[in-house]
């Protein structure tokens, strides 16, 4: 029973076109992240919704919308999709409170062309 | 701002040989400190963690001291598997978004039998 589930896990597309990935967790947790992981492995975060409510919204370009429909799930839609989007996008959940642990999905790799 | 800086891989070990993974931080006040791992093809897990200065986290043979003095938190194995062969990431947590993590840029680990 997968904890952090993304789909798809693989999404190859073209430029210009509009694609969303989704994320569930059922952990019980209140606190999920999207993360950008680049081709270098270098991970950043992007966005944190806690109980529904965005609280964490990084210098992302806005053709990137989080919606959380309820506390389990946050998908990521991206809008005119650019070759630089190209990268591994892993969904993240957590209890509130700040102890730092993390619990990742396995990723869903987007390749734009 | 926060920031955490670990060693460039690959790392290439051979089985049962010692691993040590450099990390410093530099970030305000008392983070907390993280070693996540990424095994091929899936998401991060959490190794281990300290919340404060002088704590050792231990997981799996692997520790990490929390040193202030030094800003550092490395990670170390004294006789690896082939089966830690990853890609290993510092990172910390600071205060009221404790659970915005912030990493490193991940260094990869082969050990060969």
């Known amino acids: 029973d997968t904890a952090v589930s993304q789909t798809p896990k693989y999404l190859v597309t073209q430029m210009g076109n509009d694609k969303s990935i989704k994320c569930e967790q059922n952990l019980g947790h209140d606190t999920m992240y999207w993360y950008k992981q680049d081709s270098k492995k270098f991970l950043k975060i992007m966005f944190s919704y806690n109980n529904k409510e965005l609280i964490i919204n990084e210098t992302v370009p806005n053709r990137f919308s989080p919606k959380s429909p309820d506390k389990a799930h946050l998908n990521l839609h991206i809008n005119s999709l650019e070759l630089g989007d190209s990268a591994v996008y892993f969904c993240?959940?957590?209890?509130?409170?700040?102890?730092?642990?993390?619990?990742f999905g396995e990723g869903s790799r987007l390749t734009v062309l | 701002g926060n920031s955490v800086t670990q060693m460039e891989g690959p790392v290439t070990l051979s089985e049962e040989a010692f691993l040590t993974i450099n990390c410093t931080y530099t970030a305000t006040g008392y983070p907390s400190l993280f070693w996540y791992v990424q095994y091929p093809g899936e998401g991060l897990q959490l190794l281990l963690k300290a919340t404060k200065a002088d704590d050792k986290g231990s997981n799996k043979g692997f520790e990490a001291t929390y040193r202030k003095e030094t800003t550092s938190f490395h990670l170390e194995k004294g006789s690896v598997q082939v089966s830690d062969s990853a890609v290993y990431f510092c990172a910390l947590a600071r205060g009221a978004a404790g659970n915005k993590l912030t990493f490193g840029g991940g260094t990869r680990v082969l050990v060969k039998p």
């Open positions: 993240a959940s957590s209890l509130p409170g700040g102890d730092g642990e993390l619990f």
